[in-house]
């Protein structure tokens, strides 16, 4: 069974601090791997997606992948109250497409 | 373009009744899934199509069944609905890594 880990929160900071969003995942052979927002009642929404070890941006947005630890996280920079949602990664494995989800992190920025 | 769209937004039925979930994308992917959303449970997948003509099973597809009706179109059935059904249902498609969800449906068995 593959399994995605996530804190469930909630992660509370302030206006304008950096989040850390965390998770852990059990295949080593997983391939690719995303960070999805969701506001409550909506749907999932992509913020981004990673593929190779390191560090990937976008605006405020950092994705971080360490394969050897089976470790992503997710960065928001100058965190806005907007950002308040639940934050689910999700990791494909390396054969076909099919997602595992976490169960998800829910980000409370206060103004 | 309006994505993935899906029909009902709400629905409430009783033990026993029978319904069907529909999905429509309009952004020519070939792969479509079905997710269901509980409190403390995360997205889990319950079928999916990787392309017109084949389904496969997800992680939770007892008490489910599905037909890929063309390239668009992507429906769930539940046949005979439990109170242990009662959810938020998301289609999603994708065309590679990248899945587009719906709006969802929310379903409630009483």
């Known amino acids: 069974q593959k399994e995605v880990e996530q804190n469930s929160g909630p992660l509370s900071v302030p206006e304008g601090a950096i989040a850390s969003l965390n998770c852990t995942y059990s295949?080593?052979?997983?391939?690719?791997f995303f960070w999805y927002r969701q506001y409550s009642g909506k749907s999932p929404e992509l913020i981004m997606f990673?593929?190779?070890?390191g560090d990937k941006e976008d605006g405020r947005f950092t994705a971080q992948l360490n394969k050897a630890s089976q470790y992503v996280s997710l960065l928001i920079r100058d965190s806005q109250p907007s950002d308040s949602a639940t934050y689910l990664c999700?990791?494909?494995?390396?054969?076909?497409?099919?997602?595992?989800f976490g169960k998800g992190t829910m980000l409370l920025v206060s103004p | 373009n309006a994505g993935v769209t899906q029909t009902p937004k709400f629905q409430v039925l009783k033990t026993g009744q029978s319904m069907t979930l529909q999905c429509a994308q309009d952004?020519?992917?070939?792969?479509m899934y079905w997710y269901r959303q509980d409190p403390g449970m995360g997205l889990r997948l319950i079928y999916y199509?990787?392309?017109?003509?084949?389904?496969d099973k997800g992680e939770v597809p007892n008490g489910y069944n599905v037909s890929r009706l063309n390239k668009r179109e992507f429906s769930l059935r539940l046949e005979s609905a439990a109170p242990s059904q009662t959810s938020v249902y998301f289609c999603?498609?994708?065309?590679?890594?990248?899945?587009?969800f719906g709006p969802g449906t929310r379903l409630t068995v009483l």
């Open positions: 952004m020519n992917h070939n792969s």
């Open positions: 199509s990787a392309s017109e003509g084949t389904t």
């Open positions: 999603a498609s994708s065309e590679k890594d990248t899945q587009y």
């Open positions: 990673i593929y190779s070890n």
């Open positions: 999700a990791v494909m494995d390396g054969g076909y497409s099919t997602l595992t």
């Open positions: 295949d080593r052979g997983s391939q690719s």
